[in-house]
């Protein structure tokens, strides 16, 4: 057995099993967007690592220890991709799509993190994830919650809720830290050290530590939504309105932030109960600053991801791959002509299998034979 080759540790393989329901949500995903007229990009795998150091930020876990980051034989620092939001702006920005109205786009694909296999983490994982760029809001972030809201539905993903929260802008958002900084200094020994890090760093990403005891220390935090400016309450209250108006119950959430500076406004989640403490599903928001970090003209944007290995151990059930007709040759004379009627009828539409009188060649899941 020692000269036999095994994957990457944490990277699986995708067997028949569980191709069957990726396919299942990967056309699901590509009927349910494209009704909201999303088209279907395929972007590359491999990508600048510049860029995502630019869009993740160095200070992250992603971008200090998670990447597969290398140089190539050319010299040039490149890694591959993390996530999809990055090389989705670097794309539209590349083919010049600034000047073209609104972009609506979803993706699907494998990603990359070099995180913990022994936390049942995936180095290789997959995603769907959709961006809509150069929408303001707040009709459009209620529209693409509502597709994605959609498309969990038409899964048949149980216990689903929608959490939504404000995460303010650059006008209203530096008071907001402030407040929030003096609060967590007075509590700076009650943290764990990971927050203590981010009192500093990333204050706002202190609110969603996983730790009981920060938790605990956190709930009269002032929160970003009972202090937005005139601008950003209005655009809150016009997505809580227009979810109402399609009759999607929603919670709203202070706890769900996002690290950087370029994310605003909607930030949402949709989390399922059958997970248990940490039931997310899909997680998005607006990031009205991130084509003009990555060196595009200002443009406001909203999109979402989510994983798709997650979705599909939520699914209800497994679908099969089963024929419809078995073409069963009674004696080798016939088993030519057995071939050429299972031939007929595939190109006919219908799915088909050749088959040979013997308990060993019936197809075990066939919903009715022909005899020939
Ligand atoms: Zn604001
Ligand atoms: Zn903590």
Known sequence: MSNQFRSIRGIHDGLPEEVRRWRHIEETARRTFARHVFSEVRLPILEPTAMFVRSIGS???????????????????????PEGTAGSVRAYLQAGLTRSGAQR???????????????GR??????????????????????????????????GIPELAMEINSLGCPACRPAY?????????????????????????????????????????????????????????????????GLDSLGISYLVNPRIVRGLDYYNRTAFEIVTGKLGAQGTVLAGGRYDGLVEELGGPATPAIGFAMGLERLAMLLPEATSDTADVAVVAIGEAVSGYALGVADALRRGGCNAV???????????????????
């Not at 993706?107 to 913990?116: L, N, V």
């Not at 967590?184 to 009981?212: F, G, H, Q």
């Open 105 to 119: 786009w979803f993706y699907m694909g494998p990603m990359f993190r070099r995180e913990r296999p022994q936390k």
């Open 177 to 241: 830290r402030d407040k929030l900084v003096a609060y967590l200094e007075a509590r700076r020994d009650k943290l764990c050290e990971t927050c203590n890090t981010r009192i500093d760093s990333n204050p706002m990403r202190v609110l969603d530590c996983k730790v009981e005891s920060c938790q605990a220390e956190l709930g009269e935090a002032p929160e970003m939504a009972s202090h937005l400016c005139g601008d950003c309450q209005t655009h809150f209250d016009g997505l809580k309105t």
């Open 122 to 155: 995936l180095r290789q994982f997959q995603q769907i994830g959709a961006e809509w760029f150069g929408v303001t809001g707040p009709i459009e972030d209620v529209e693409i919650l509502a597709m994605a809201q959609a498309f969990l539905d038409e899964l």
């Open 59 to 81: 200070d992250t876990d992603i971008v200090a220890k998670e990447m597969y980051r290398f140089e190539d034989r050319g010299g040039d620092d490149i890694c591959l991709r």
């Open 354 to 372: 050749p088959g040979w009188w013997s308990p060993a060649t019936m197809p075990a899941r066939c919903a009715k034979s022909t005899i020939c």
